[in-house]
C-alpha cells in the first residue's frame, strides 16, 4: 500500500504562486505514474499534471500549460507541482495520486492511490 500525504495549498492572491507537495510512503514510488488531479465545487475532478517515472514524459492540461510545472524526486518519494500566476479558476481541491498499473498515463479511473486533497483558494 502507498499512502500519499499533500501540502503547500492555500489562500493566495490572483498571480501568486504555490508549490505543492505530495510525500508518499509505504513503499517506493520510484516506478509509478504521478498525477495531480484537482476538482472544485460542483465540478468533476479533473486531471491537471501528469509525469512518468523517469521524469522523462509529462502531461499538462490546457488550462495549466504554462503556468503549473510537476516534477519528482525519486530519492525524497515525492511529487511536486509548481503553481505560477495562479487564477481564480484554479480554486480547488488538490489530490495527488499514484498509477502503479500504467506506465503512461493522466486518466484518473487508472490511479490506484490517492492522497486526501489539500485546498488551493485564489482570490480576485
Known amino acids: 500500500q502507498v499512502q500519499l500525504v499533500e501540502s503547500g495549498g492555500g489562500l493566495v492572491q490572483t498571480g501568486a504562486s504555490l508549490r505543492l507537495s505530495c510525500a508518499a510512503s509505504g513503499r517506493t514510488i520510484s516506478t509509478y505514474t504521478m498525477g495531480w488531479f484537482r476538482q472544485a465545487p460542483g465540478q468533476e475532478r479533473e486531471s491537471v499534471a501528469a509525469i512518468n517515472w523517469s521524469s522523462s514524459k509529462t502531461y499538462y492540461a490546457d488550462s495549466v500549460k504554462g503556468r503549473f510545472t510537476i516534477s519528482r524526486d525519486n530519492a525524497k518519494n515525492t511529487v511536486y507541482l509548481q503553481m505560477n500566476n495562479l487564477k481564480p479558476e484554479d480554486t480547488a481541491v488538490y489530490y495527488c495520486?499514484?498509477?502503479?498499473?500504467?506506465?503512461?498515463?493522466?486518466?484518473?479511473?487508472?490511479?490506484?492511490?490517492w492522497g486526501q486533497g489539500t485546498q488551493v483558494t485564489v482570490s480576485s
Open positions: 495520486a499514484a498509477s502503479a498499473s500504467y506506465a503512461w498515463t493522466w486518466s484518473s479511473g487508472n490511479y490506484d492511490y
